[in-house]
């Protein structure tokens, strides 16, 4: 902030529900399903995201904890996507068997490095990934990970 402020950057404070890019008849959109700024921990002061083109659906978890999964689970009809983007790097202080549960992800991205301090991917998130039916890839394992779209479909690789 303090940076922007310096150099006079002009920004947003997303806000719940607020629509980044697009609307509902647009082919792309870009939604804000969650955003604290005053949360009083930094892991759920994440801006989680939603993100579609056409009929592809990515949900990005940011550092979101399982209590923000719940919130999230709770305030929305359908959080059904093709893509998840786990939060907190694999840590099992999220992804939960609930939060898939609704989610429904074919695909769960990993964001972690290699022989991390804190232990990451932790084996109770593979579990409950594995219950939940989704391909996990891991930044660790399989680094850069690209997804491509064409509305309709997608490829990751």
Not at 28 to 56: C, E, H, M, R
Not at 79 to 91: F, N, P, W
Not at 123 to 128: F, G, Y
Not at 131 to 143: H, I, L, N, R
């Amino acid at each position: 902030m303090k940076f922007i402020e310096r150099k006079n950057i002009n920004y947003i404070e997303p806000e719940i529900e607020q629509l980044l890019i697009g609307n509902w008849t647009s082919d792309f959109y870009l939604q804000v399903l969650y955003a604290d700024p005053y949360a009083k921990d930094t892991n759920d002061a994440s801006i989680v995201l939603k993100v579609g083109y056409k009929d592809v659906e990515f949900l990005l978890m940011a550092d979101a904890s399982t209590d923000l999964e719940d919130l999230l689970v709770d305030s929305y009809d359908t959080l059904k996507v093709q893509i998840l983007k786990a939060g907190h790097h694999g840590s099992n202080t999220s992804t939960s068997s609930k939060f898939l549960k609704a989610v429904k992800p074919e695909v769960t991205i990993l964001s972690y490095g290699k022989d991390n301090s804190y232990g990451h991917k932790h084996n109770e998130v593979l579990t409950n990934l594995k219950s939940a039916g989704s391909k996990v890839y891991s930044t660790a394992q399989d680094g850069t990970i690209v997804i491509t779209t064409n509305g309709k479909t997608y490829c990751c690789c």
